[in-house]
């Protein structure tokens, strides 16, 4: 079973076993999938120039869409405005963190520093976030509902096993911030 990160001289440390590892790759691999766009960006010089994507639309998976939201709620115009101006950039940088803390899972023991664990720390989010989609998450009474999901011998569905990946990876970055947190604490 992984051990917490913790923050200690070296930066921040944590250990997971194999399998674990190799689920957290699945996890990054499937959520780099989602977020690399299925057309390429438009080639219109003018655009690439100033960083604007013209062909961006809204998501048509909610999961996805959770990743990607909408900026602005109250107007269309201004939201695909935004999205025009940022998407590109925000699927990168998602894509990147996401590489990055795959690349980290060499070894079984993860030393992280501050770069490196805010990079773990924003992979881990963008996996809570997709699951949480795919589990119904809406209010605290559905996470509570996953939360009651504690026994990998009793996963016998997808939702199940679902659950408890959602806990694991919950369980990791919840670990993972308190261990920066206290790695902050001890700079000042």
């Known amino acids: ?34 977020l690399e766009p299925e057309t390429p960006a438009h080639e219109d010089p003018l655009a690439a120039l100033i960083g604007l994507d013209m062909d961006v639309a809204v998501p048509a998976d909610p ?9 602005v709620k109250d107007d269309d115009d201004a939201a695909l405005e935004f999205r025009q101006l940022t998407e590109r950039s925000l699927r990168e940088t998602k894509i990147g963190a996401l590489r990055a803390a795959a690349l980290g899972l060499e070894s079984e023991k993860l030393v992280l520093d ?51 990946v959602y806990n694991f990876v919950s369980w990791l970055q919840e670990s ?11 700079t000042k």
């Open 1 to 34: 079973m992984a051990k917490a990160f913790s923050a200690g001289r070296r930066g921040i440390t944590g250990f997971l076993e194999p399998a674990e590892r190799d689920l957290l790759r699945k996890l990054f691999a499937d959520i780099i999938t989602m």
């Open 63 to 71: 999961a996805l869409l959770r990743l990607l939201p909408n900026a």
């Open 114 to 164: 501050d770069e490196a664990a805010k990079l773990w720390a924003m992979a881990l989010n963008d996996v809570r976030l997709v699951l949480a989609e795919r589990l119904e998450i809406r209010d605290e009474e559905d996470a509570e509902k996953v939360h009651e999901v504690q026994d990998w011998g009793e996963a016998d569905d997808v939702e199940s096993y679902l659950s408890l």
């Open 176 to 186: 993972l911030v308190q261990a920066m947190l206290s790695a902050l604490q001890r």
